[in-house]
Nanobody, 118 residues
């Protein structure tokens, strides 16, 4: 069974930084492309970034490129989202996604809330 648990969300001022973590269960983890998604109030869930199973290849939405970084530790079954230069419009619930194909995921965590204040 695939389980993903996010942590690290919170309240931060615009211009600040946060690092989100996602703990994954199961030996499948190291073979899956993983990613992050977010959903703002009243909007659809959108792709943020993804990382290949080796960690050598990443993909980012234009809105976060240069500010956010996805990384992973296959020994610890963890992926991370480092968010810098946060903007008010980054406010959303952030979800960890497993088995990401293109910009869609087959598995989801429950999400962690990020609020960026002005």
């Amino acid at each position: 069974q695939v389980q993903l648990v996010e942590s690290g969300g919170g309240l931060v001022q615009a211009g600040g930084s946060l690092r989100l973590s996602c703990a994954a269960s199961g030996r499948w983890f190291s073979t899956y492309r993983m990613g992050w998604f977010r959903q703002a109030p009243g909007k659809e869930r959108e792709f943020v970034g993804a990382i290949s199973w080796t960690g050598n290849s990443t993909d980012y939405a234009d809105s976060v490129k240069g500010r956010f970084t996805v990384s992973r530790d296959n020994r610890e079954n963890m992926i991370y989202l480092q968010m810098n230069s946060l903007k008010v419009e980054d406010t959303a619930v952030y979800y960890c996604g497993g088995d990401v194909r293109g910009r869609l995921a087959n598995y989801w965590g429950r999400g962690t809330q990020v609020i960026v204040s002005s």
